[in-house]
Nanobody, 125 residues
Framework: VQLQACGGGLVQAGGFLRLSCAGS????????LGWFRQATGKECEFVAV????????FYADSVKGRFTISRDNAKSTLYLQMNSLQPEATAVYYC???????????????????WGQGTQVTVSS
């Protein structure tokens, strides 16, 4: 499956953005989908994941309560609604997908097979 992320941009602190990730080549059916981010000079960081098996969502503690991950299987699109953005959220955001993953690896970047090209999110203070 090919992934194409978009929706990033420049926003002031306290603002919001919604990222989208469109899949092509195959539908999203059967895939666990996630979002990671990487700030300049930092390691790739888990943001959120939506499991295919039970539609449960999991979030990094740093975004819990402010970010919401969702998917539209009919449109093969993954979303990340980001509210109350703060400067520390500045990063390139990547959407990811995998057909098989164990729970303990949900936050591990190397556990995902497919990655989008990334979309830049910049939050100004």
């Amino acid at each position: 499956v090919q992934l194409q992320a978009c929706g990033g941009g420049l926003v002031q602190a306290g603002g919001f953005l919604r990222l989208s990730c469109a899949g092509s080549g195959r539908t999203f059916s059967g895939y666990t989908l996630g979002w990671f981010r990487q700030a300049t000079g930092k390691e790739c960081e888990f943001v959120a994941v939506l499991k295919w098996t039970n539609s449960n969502a999991f979030y990094a503690d740093s975004v819990k309560g402010r970010f919401t991950i969702s998917r539209d299987n009919a449109k093969s699109t993954l979303y990340l609604q980001m509210n109350s953005l703060q400067p520390e959220a500045t990063a390139v955001y990547y959407c990811t997908a995998t057909r098989s993953i164990i729970h303990s690896n949900l936050g591990v970047p190397t556990a995902y097979d497919y990655w989008g090209q990334g979309t830049q999110v910049t939050v100004s203070s």
